[in-house]
C-alpha cells in the first residue's frame, strides 16, 4: 500500500467518518486511522432517533453504514491500530502506526472524539465491569430482571435509562439537581415509564462491594446527609472527556483541553483541522459531529487542492 495520503484523518466516530465520505467522493485520497472499532461513541448507543430521514437506527447499524459508504468511495479505513507518534508541524504531516508505519499527506483531521466522563469517586476503579458500566447497549442484558441506577440527569442518562428498562426490573436515576438538563421528550419518556423512578439533588459519594459492586452510598445534597442503597449496578452517562491529550503542546486546546477551531475546522496549525466531539462547542449530537466533520472535509480538501496546484505550476516552469 502507498503510505502517502492527501489527508490523513485520526478517528473513525461520525466526524471522521463523515470526512471520509466527502474527501474520498471528491477523490482526496484519504487514510482513516481508528485505535478502536469504526464508528466511535455510535456504537455504543442503542437507538438514535432524531438522525434526520431516519426515524429509528442502532448506533451500530448507522455506523456500519458509514464505514461502508467512505469505503465504496475509496477511502482506506485502518481500525483497532495503535497510533504511536506523529508530526503535524510540518508542510508533510507524519503518522506513526504500531511504532513501524509511517503514513505521510498534505493535511490531518483530528476526529478522535470523546470518552465517557467517569463519576470520580471511591470504588469506581475497582468496579468498573463488576458493576459500574459506561454503556447500556454493550451491558444492558447483564442486568436482566436486576435493580440498576442510572446516574446523570441528561440526553443520554434519560434515553439510556428507558432503554435499560428493557432487561433490569428497576431502574432508579440519581441527578444533582433539582431539574434535568435533558430535552423534555426524554424527560418525559421516562418519568411516564413505570420501572423508572428518581433520585434528585444527590450524587453517589462511594460505590460499595465484594467480588462485584453490591452498594452504593449517595449524599442529598441540601442537608449532605448520606444513605446506602443496595444494587445490582450502576451506569453513568455525565458527560464525556475529549481524546486529545496527545495534542496538547502542539495545537491549541482550552481549558477543558477541546481542541480550539476556527469556522473552517482549522486548528492552530495550517494543514490540521480538527472535527466531533474533541473540539470547543456546546452541543456534541451524531448530528453535530457529522457537520463537523463535513466542513473539515470540505477545508482540507480547498487546503490539499491548493498545494497539488501549487506544485503544478512550479513543476511547469
Same mark, same amino acid.
Given at each position: 500500500?502507498?503510505?502517502?495520503?492527501? !489527508? $490523513?484523518?485520526?478517528?473513525?466516530?461520525?466526524?471522521?467518518?463523515?470526512?471520509?465520505?466527502?474527501?474520498?467522493?471528491?477523490? $482526496?485520497? %484519504?487514510? @482513516?486511522?481508528?485505535?478502536?472499532?469504526?464508528?466511535?461513541?455510535?456504537?455504543?448507543?442503542?437507538? $438514535?432517533?432524531?438522525?434526520?430521514?431516519?426515524?429509528?437506527?442502532?448506533?451500530?447499524?448507522?455506523?456500519?453504514?458509514?464505514?461502508? *459508504?467512505?469505503?465504496?468511495?475509496?477511502?482506506?479505513?485502518?481500525?483497532?491500530?495503535?497510533? %504511536?507518534?506523529?508530526?503535524? *508541524?510540518? /508542510?508533510?504531516?507524519?503518522?506513526?502506526?504500531?511504532?513501524? /508505519?509511517?503514513?505521510?499527506?498534505?493535511?490531518?483531521?483530528?476526529?478522535?472524539?470523546?470518552?465517557? =466522563?467517569?463519576?470520580?469517586?471511591?470504588? /469506581?476503579?475497582?468496579?468498573?465491569?463488576?458493576?459500574?458500566?459506561?454503556?447500556?447497549?454493550?451491558?444492558? #442484558?447483564?442486568?436482566?430482571?436486576? /435493580?440498576?441506577? !442510572?446516574?446523570?440527569?441528561?440526553?443520554?442518562?434519560?434515553?439510556?435509562?428507558?432503554?435499560?428498562?428493557?432487561?433490569? +426490573?428497576?431502574?432508579?436515576?440519581?441527578?444533582?439537581?433539582?431539574?434535568?438538563?435533558?430535552?423534555?421528550?426524554?424527560?418525559? &419518556?421516562?418519568?411516564?415509564?413505570?420501572?423508572?423512578?428518581?433520585?434528585?439533588?444527590?450524587? @453517589? !459519594?462511594?460505590?460499595?462491594?465484594?467480588?462485584?459492586?453490591?452498594?452504593?452510598? $449517595?449524599?442529598?445534597?441540601?442537608?449532605?446527609?448520606?444513605?446506602?442503597?443496595? @444494587? #445490582?449496578?450502576?451506569?453513568?452517562?455525565?458527560?464525556?472527556?475529549?481524546?486529545?491529550? =496527545?495534542?496538547?503542546?502542539?495545537?491549541?486546546?482550552?481549558?477543558?483541553?477541546? @481542541?480550539?477551531?476556527?469556522?473552517?475546522?482549522?486548528?492552530?496549525?495550517?494543514?490540521?483541522? +480538527?472535527?466531533? #466531539?474533541?473540539?470547543?462547542?456546546?452541543?456534541?449530537?451524531?448530528?453535530?459531529?457529522?457537520? #463537523?466533520?463535513?466542513?473539515?472535509?470540505?477545508?482540507?480538501? &480547498?487546503?490539499?487542492?491548493?498545494?497539488?496546484?501549487?506544485?503544478?505550476?512550479?513543476?511547469?516552469?
Amino acid at each position: 500500500m502507498n503510505n502517502h495520503f492527501d !489527508v $490523513i484523518i485520526i478517528g473513525a466516530g461520525a466526524a471522521g467518518l463523515t470526512a471520509g465520505i466527502y474527501l474520498s467522493r471528491a477523490k $482526496i485520497n %484519504t487514510l @482513516i486511522l481508528n485505535e478502536g472499532t469504526a464508528g466511535g461513541q455510535m456504537v455504543l448507543t442503542h437507538q $438514535i432517533a432524531n438522525y434526520p430521514g431516519i426515524e429509528s437506527i442502532s448506533g451500530y447499524e448507522l455506523a456500519s453504514n458509514m464505514k461502508r *459508504q467512505a469505503q465504496n468511495f475509496g477511502c482506506t479505513i485502518r481500525a483497532n491500530v495503535k497510533i %504511536t507518534s506523529f508530526d503535524l *508541524q510540518g /508542510e508533510t504531516k507524519k503518522v506513526v502506526v504500531n511504532n513501524k /508505519e509511517e503514513y505521510t499527506s498534505h493535511a490531518v483531521i483530528i476526529a478522535t472524539g470523546g470518552r465517557p =466522563r467517569p463519576a470520580g469517586v471511591p470504588g /469506581e476503579d475497582e468496579y468498573k465491569g463488576k458493576g459500574i458500566s459506561y454503556c447500556a447497549t454493550c451491558d444492558g #442484558d447483564f442486568f436482566q430482571d436486576k /435493580e440498576i441506577v !442510572v446516574l446523570g440527569g441528561g440526553n443520554s442518562a434519560l434515553e439510556e435509562a428507558v432503554s435499560l428498562t428493557k432487561y433490569a +426490573a428497576k431502574v432508579t436515576i440519581i441527578h444533582q439537581f433539582d431539574n434535568f438538563q435533558a430535552f423534555e421528550h426524554y424527560v418525559s &419518556e421516562a418519568k411516564k415509564n413505570p420501572k423508572i423512578s428518581f433520585i434528585m439533588e444527590s450524587k @453517589i !459519594v462511594e460505590f460499595i462491594g465484594n467480588e462485584k459492586l453490591t452498594r452504593i452510598k $449517595i449524599q442529598n445534597q441540601k442537608d449532605l446527609n448520606t444513605s446506602e442503597i443496595n @444494587i #445490582d449496578g450502576v451506569f453513568i452517562f455525565i458527560g464525556y472527556v475529549p481524546n486529545s491529550e =496527545r495534542f496538547e503542546g502542539i495545537i491549541e486546546l482550552n481549558e477543558n483541553k477541546e @481542541i480550539i477551531v476556527d469556522k473552517n475546522m482549522n486548528t492552530s496549525l495550517p494543514g490540521v483541522f +480538527a472535527a466531533g #466531539d474533541n473540539i470547543a462547542k456546546r452541543y456534541r449530537q451524531v448530528t453535530t459531529a457529522v457537520a #463537523d466533520g463535513t466542513i473539515a472535509a470540505l477545508s482540507a480538501a &480547498e487546503f490539499v487542492n491548493n498545494i497539488k496546484k501549487n506544485i503544478n505550476i512550479e513543476e511547469s516552469i
